[in-house]
T-cell receptor, first 116, second 111 residues
Framework: EAGVVQSPRYKIIEKKQPVAFWCNPISGHNTLYWYLQNLGQGPELLIRYENEEAVDDSQLPKDRFSAERLKGVDSTLKIQPAELGDSAVYLC??????????????FGPGTRLTVL | LAKTTQPISMDSYEGQEVNITCSHNNIATNDYITWYQQFPSQGPRFIIQGYKTKVTNEVASLFIPADRKSSTLSLPRVSLSDTAVYYCLVGDNQAGTALIFGKGTTLSVSS
């Protein structure tokens, strides 16, 4: 079974430029998460989708960040314009919905963004 | 969501048993305890999850006392490849809500 796929793995851009990250979750997983991870810190949630609906985006900086999950499968996270402080690893995770009890989250390898 | 406290770092040698304790004094009735492992340049990976008493799988054991205010992840006979960051998370995640990761415990295993 294929895991969570993310691309690109690495991205270097100059500040004020736009950037986009793509995520393809595990087949059949209807819950998708985007996290941000700074060096030496644990992942922090940016947005969570249940199918195509964003059900928790309270931590997403909406002035520059946007996300979409058309058709409830793969997802794109965009930053426009990027700032120096956005340099971090962006992780995508997915989980199987409809299960009783806590859900196991499966993470992709992440995209390491460097803003110069 | 309950806050967790765990040691910033731990050192061990190959072949030893490692126990990482996590405190979660404000754990709620519906909360489960979940541990994730993260290697450099990779996303976190699920290790084990439990609600009470003891849970064991092929890679670890999780001990949870009756009051559930703490938990201990036990890694038997660690190897160099167990060097990683270990995160303790508490939450019910009933509706798929994301769990809150702290800084985790960096485990360093030496030969």
């Amino acid at each position: 079974e294929a895991g969570v796929v993310q691309s690109p793995r690495y991205k270097i851009i100059e500040k004020k430029q736009p950037v986009a990250f793509w995520c393809n979750p595990i087949s059949g997983h209807n819950t998708l998460y985007w996290y941000l991870q700074n060096l030496g810190q644990g992942p922090e949630l940016l947005i969570r989708y249940e199918n195509e609906e964003a059900v928790d985006d309270s931590q997403l900086p909406k002035d520059r960040f946007s996300a979409e999950r058309l058709k409830g499968v793969d997802s794109t996270l965009k930053i426009q314009p990027a700032e120096l402080g956005d340099s971090a690893v962006y992780l995508c995770a997915s989980s199987l919905g409809g299960t009783s009890g806590p859900r196991r989250q499966f993470f992709g390898p992440g995209t390491r963004l460097t803003v110069l | 969501l309950a806050k967790t406290t765990q040691p910033i770092s731990m050192d061990s040698y190959e072949g030893q048993e490692v126990n990482i304790t996590c405190s979660h004094n404000n754990i709620a009735t519906n909360d489960y305890i979940t541990w994730y492992q993260q290697f450099p340049s990779q996303g976190p990976r699920f290790i084990i999850q439990g609600y009470k008493t003891k849970v064991t799988n092929e890679v670890a054991s999780l001990f949870i006392p009756a009051d559930r205010k703490s938990s201990t992840l036990s890694l038997p006979r660690v190897s160099l490849s167990d060097t990683a960051v270990y995160y303790c998370l508490v939450g019910d995640n009933q509706a798929g809500t994301a769990l809150i990761f702290g800084k985790g415990t960096t485990l360093s295993v030496s030969s």
